[in-house]
């Protein structure tokens, strides 16, 4: 997982954070100039549709949401699954 990047994209017109773009392959070098696979997680998704699960992480438990076949997809390539 040390291979993942993240940077917040934020609105030109009034500068709010609007989406999380992971990069995979960063490998601690920054994003300009690099060959990296990225996807853009928006902060406020429409959930609607979405199957709701539980995620316990280190201990703590909230409600999340499965995002669907593009981001299981991207995720599965990185880690090398099939």
């Known amino acids: 997982m040390a291979l993942f990047t993240q940077q917040l994209r934020h609105r030109p017109d009034d500068g709010v954070a609007v989406a999380v773009l992971v990069g995979f392959g960063g490998g601690g070098k920054s994003w300009e100039g690099r060959e990296m696979a990225k996807l853009e997680v ?36 990185c880690f090398g699954y099939e």
């Open 42 to 77: 928006a902060l406020e998704p429409d959930i609607k549709g979405l199957e709701p699960i539980d995620v316990v992480l280190h201990g703590s438990g909230t409600k999340a949401y499965r995002m669907g076949e593009r981001y299981d997809r991207w995720f599965s390539e």
